[in-house]
């Protein structure tokens, strides 16, 4: 964010020291594209991680569905986010929202907490012990 900031105040300072109309709409134009941009980029779906109490009768999965049916709107929507179930040392799933959907979902009855994915980079130790 800061490097697009430099970037656009050195854009901009060279604009000023022509300063002709066209140069001043073309920066205008620059400023709002980025601005447009930043705005969809934050409204993308991402994989979030979401812990659940654990279904009092039927299958996980089929709550976790339910669940998200309630959000999305359908179940095949709701099918199509899913990404994985988890059943054993925590109960919940993994799938693709919106921010305004992890919001919506937050509220709903069951739910315990919504985080976002986080890719993991593991760090092997020195392989030889000899």
């Not at 002709?20 to 447009?36: G, H, K, N, R, Y």
């Not at 976790?64 to 099918?79: D, P, W, Y």
């Not at 979902?105 to 130790?125: D, E, F, I, R, T």
Request: no cysteine.
């Amino acid at each position: 964010m800061r490097k697009r900031f430099n970037m656009l105040k050195r854009t901009a300072q060279s604009f000023s020291s022509q300063s002709p109309p066209s140069a001043l709409l073309l920066l205008s134009i620059f400023v709002f594209s980025i601005a447009v941009a930043m705005a969809e980029g934050s409204s993308e779906a991402s994989v979030q991680i979401v812990y659940t109490e654990k279904p009092p009768t039927e299958e996980a999965e089929s709550h976790h569905i339910s669940t998200l049916t309630t959000i999305l709107g359908s179940e095949e929507a709701a099918k199509k986010s899913i990404l994985y179930v988890y059943t054993h040392a925590a109960t919940g799933f993994s799938a693709s929202l919106t921010p305004q959907q992890v919001e919506e979902l937050k509220k709903q009855p069951g739910v315990l907490q919504v985080v976002p994915s986080q890719k993991m980079q593991l760090h092997a130790g020195r392989v030889g012990l000899h």
